[in-house]
């Protein structure tokens, strides 16, 4: 089971990025998925979850601006992000819940977790 993250860079205020998770050991689409943030000396932040049925939940301080989608046919998740605010500047990690059914924004609920792709917004 892998999950690797790209997409991530330095971006201006007001700005766009798109996050990727590639997925290996188990299928896009069959799994609790979600994005995650953290900041050194912060608790990891949940920003959205989606389920394989295609519902999702977002942070309220993401909601409008971020979108979390599933493509099965490249067995990847992604993270659009627009309109971006320098207190989006974080460290960037998807994560899968196999043993679990329902989306949630709590890091606890999620068994895999990727390495990171670094979004600095300034």
């Known amino acids: 089971v892998q999950l690797v993250e790209s997409g991530g860079g330095l971006v201006q205020p007001g700005g766009s990025l798109r996050l990727s998770c590639a997925a290996s050991?188990?299928?896009?689409?069959?799994?609790?998925m979600g994005w995650f943030r953290q900041i050194p000396g912060k608790e990891r932040e949940g920003v959205a979850s989606?389920?394989?049925?295609?519902?999702?939940i977002y942070a309220d301080s993401v909601k409008g601006r971020f979108t979390i989608s599933q493509d099965r046919t490249r067995n990847t998740l992604y993270l659009q992000m627009n309109s971006l605010k320098p207190e989006d500047t974080a460290m960037y990690y998807c994560?899968?819940?196999?043993?679990?059914?329902?989306?949630?924004?709590?890091?606890?609920?999620?068994?895999?977790w990727g390495q990171g792709t670094q979004v600095t917004v300034s």
């Open positions: 994560a899968a819940s196999p043993s679990h059914y329902g989306f949630s924004l709590d890091h606890r609920w999620y068994d895999d």
């Open positions: 050991g188990y299928t896009v689409g069959s799994t609790v």
């Open positions: 989606i389920i394989p049925a295609g519902r999702t």
